[in-house]
């Protein structure tokens, strides 16, 4: 009996190479291995992926079971018929995790990285007939959120809205939206508003009307590290910055989803804009929005 998991980042997936003293090919396999007796096969997935490849796993709760039956096999010097289960689990790892790197010295493994998918797939990487099998029934998780966003516009110096930039950890790093985040099971929205432009932009915001209701679909790496078909319905809030006076934005939440913070010039969001700032298509359906509200 052994457990693997199926650990996938965009288009590459993680790897163990077998040792020279399991094959002298290489080959390459799911990290994983052997369930000790009375362990949780959850367990042992999280276990044996620390020790071939350095990395901290989380797994799913959802298997799927190969059998894989060698009648004339060789197995530690004798001929056997061995018989295995193999348990496969959907697992990731953070998406800021180092390289990874095998732990275990002397083991079934030698390597531990992560490969093109496409190679893999196409047999251009020499792989054990487990890995095709548990990647052609790998279904991508799917997962859909309802989030509170803001629109908050200064008028002094220039006209200026308040957008966040996306961290490694977030949805397309590097890209700058609109302030908010996930509405929590029971939470109302404008509470959600509330907490999240705390926790983003360190401000405390009056919400007002909604100006529209935004859609967002995409795959990628959850801030789990986990590849989903992600599917974000957005609730957008008009707002405004509570109290007088210059207030400088700044990121309360470490180590988050949210890398940076600031008042950024709307001239800077026009097409053909001499400096322009990469936003999501969403934002500027929201601020189109904003414009007809205020308009």
Not at 74 to 79: D, L, P
Not at 158 to 177: C, D
Not at 222 to 230: I, M, N, V, W, Y
């Amino acid at each position: 009996m052994a457990a693997y998991a199926v650990i996938l980042r965009g288009d590459l997936v993680l790897l163990s190479r077998l040792s020279d003293r399991i094959t002298r090919h290489e080959l390459w396999t799911l990290p994983g291995g052997g369930v000790d007796h009375g362990e949780d096969p959850r367990d042992a997935v999280v276990r044996e992926v620390e020790e071939e490849t350095g990395l901290s796993a989380t797994v799913g709760s959802t298997v799927r079971v190969h059998s894989f039956h060698q009648a004339d096999a060789w197995r530690r010097g004798r001929r056997v018929d061995a018989h295995a289960l193999r348990l496969v689990y959907e697992g990731w790892v953070p998406p800021d995790s180092p390289a990874p790197q095998t732990q275990e010295v002397g083991g079934s493994t030698m390597e531990a990285a992560w490969l093109p998918l496409p190679a893999v797939l196409d047999g251009t990487v020499p792989t054990t007939s487990l890995v095709k099998e548990a990647l052609a029934e790998a279904v991508l998780a799917r997962k859909q959120r309802v989030a509170a966003y803001a629109v908050v516009v200064r008028e002094q110096p220039e006209p200026a809205v308040l957008l966040v930039q996306s961290s490694a950890r977030g949805p397309h790093p590097g890209s700058w939206l609109l302030p908010g985040g996930g509405v929590e099971h029971g939470e109302e929205p404008r509470d959600a508003v509330l907490r999240e432009l705390r926790e983003e932009t360190g401000l405390d915001v009056a919400p007002g009307a909604v100006l529209d209701v935004v859609s967002s679909h995409f795959t990628g790496t959850a801030p789990s590290g986990r590849h989903e078909d992600f599917h974000s319905l957005g609730l957008v809030f008009s707002a405004t910055v509570a109290g007088a006076g210059d207030v400088d934005p700044r990121v309360e939440e470490v180590d988050g989803t949210t890398a940076a913070v600031a008042w950024v010039p709307l001239a800077r969001l026009e097409p053909g804009a001499a400096d322009p700032v990469e936003v999501r298509p969403w934002v500027r359906e929201a601020l189109d929005a904003w414009r007809r509200h205020t308009s």
